[in-house]
Structure formats: structure tokens, C-alpha cells
T-cell receptor, first 110, second 115 residues
């Protein structure tokens, strides 16, 4: 059964820093990996989707990479802003299931 | 339009009540999903409808009953719930089912409290 782990569980950085969030999964036979952002008590906002055949995706200040063979993905956030404060979740789809990591709670201090 | 809407936003119900959660999308997506999210936990998949047919039921208790009247609408009927069912219920949709590997779009959720 797929297990998804996110490290760190929480991260606090000053504004302007570049940062990396990590996601690992145990079964490399995935269809895709998706990164989401969730603000407290709200739904999920899709950030980036990486298909299993892709290595990375970029959107604005965000860049996500995928290494299927090692079961890892990273989300790189450049020039962080206080508005980036939220919980970031990665999710993998494999064999008719979508499984989320527990998330990284990010705080960007002004 | 990449919006998934959910109603109501909040719902408080007693253990003997019957209520329904509603979800709607107008993106032409053919797959719709229900997730349950407990506080400070990640979402957990409950049901998947693909082309209006129930394709996945993740061993959810029968007090939760999904319904897909058409490709744009998804309901979750609730009956005889327990206090531990209190959670944020999230609806999502995608162009195709899970094996299509396509992006999922989530609604804002319904915050359910069972008293």
C-alpha cells in the first residue's frame, strides 16, 4: 500500500528566502504527483501536476520535480512571501487510489 | 471556469438526522470524488464516480451514500452519523478517472459537525 511522507512537518522562514519542501512515496508505479496548497479550514488549491513521464513542472515562483525511481518529489518556492503561508500537500495517484502526505505547514514571516 | 462548488459551507446535524451534501462542476469533467478530512490530517478518498458510475468505494460505512445524478452533480447523503464523522468533506473533479492521471480540482468543502 502506497505511503506518502512529507518533510519537514513545519517550516518557518523569513520573507524572501528560497525554500524546498520534500515528498517521498514508497511505490514508484504512479500515474502522477500533484502539489496542493491548503489555507486553514479551506479547500485545496492545485499548484502543480507532474505526470509520471515528466521530470518537472514550473509555475511562476514554484518549481516541482519528480524522481520516480527514487520515490521523491520536491517543491521549490523562490523568493517566499507572507502570502505563501499555508499547508502544502503532495498527493500521488496509483492503481485507483489517491494518497496524500500529511503536509508541510509553512510560515513566512515579514 | 475551473470552479467546483459545494453546498452547504457548514452543516450541524444530530445523529438521527438525514442530510445531503452537494457538489457541482461545469468544466465538463467526467470524474468526481468525495474526500473526508479530519482536523490536522490529510484528505482521505471516500468515493470515485467515473462517467456517472461508482468506480471506487474505499470501504466507507453505509451511513454515507453517494449519488451522481448527472456528470455535473455529485451528492453525499448522510444518515445516522456518529460524532466521529465530524470533518471537512471535500469534493473534487477531473477530466477523466484516476488512471487518467489528470489534475484534480477541489471545492471549498463542507464543514460537518455531528452532535
Amino acid at each position: 500500500k502506497q505511503e506518502v511522507t512529507q518533510i519537514p512537518a513545519a517550516l518557518s522562514v523569513p520573507e524572501g528566502e528560497n525554500l524546498v519542501l520534500n515528498c517521498s512515496f514508497t511505490d514508484s508505479a504512479i500515474y502522477n504527483l500533484q502539489w496542493f496548497r491548503q489555507d486553514p479550514g479551506k479547500g485545496l488549491t492545485s499548484l502543480l501536476l507532474i505526470q509520471s513521464s515528466q521530470r518537472e513542472q514550473t509555475s511562476g515562483r514554484l518549481n516541482a520535480s519528480l524522481d520516480k525511481s527514487s520515490g521523491r518529489s520536491t517543491l521549490y518556492i523562490a523568493a517566499s512571501q507572507p502570502g505563501d503561508s499555508a499547508t502544502y500537500l503532495c498527493a500521488v495517484i496509483d492503481n485507483n487510489d489517491m494518497r496524500f502526505g500529511a503536509g508541510t505547514r509553512l510560515t513566512v514571516k515579514p | 471556469d475551473t470552479e467546483v462548488t459545494q453546498t452547504p459551507k457548514h452543516l450541524v446535524m444530530g445523529m438521527t438526522n438525514k442530510k445531503s451534501l452537494k457538489c457541482e462542476q461545469h468544466m465538463g469533467h467526467r470524474a468526481m470524488y468525495w474526500y473526508k478530512q479530519k482536523a490536522k490530517k490529510p484528505p482521505e478518498l471516500m468515493f470515485v464516480y467515473s462517467y456517472e458510475k461508482l468506480s471506487i468505494n474505499e470501504s466507507v460505512p453505509s451511513r454515507f451514500s453517494p449519488e451522481c445524478p448527472n456528470s455535473s452533480l455529485l451528492n453525499l447523503h448522510l444518515h445516522a452519523l456518529q460524532p466521529e464523522d465530524s470533518a471537512l468533506y471535500l469534493c473534487a473533479s477531473s477530466q477523466d478517472g484516476l488512471s487518467g492521471g489528470l489534475e484534480q480540482y477541489f471545492g471549498p468543502g463542507t464543514r460537518l459537525t455531528v452532535t
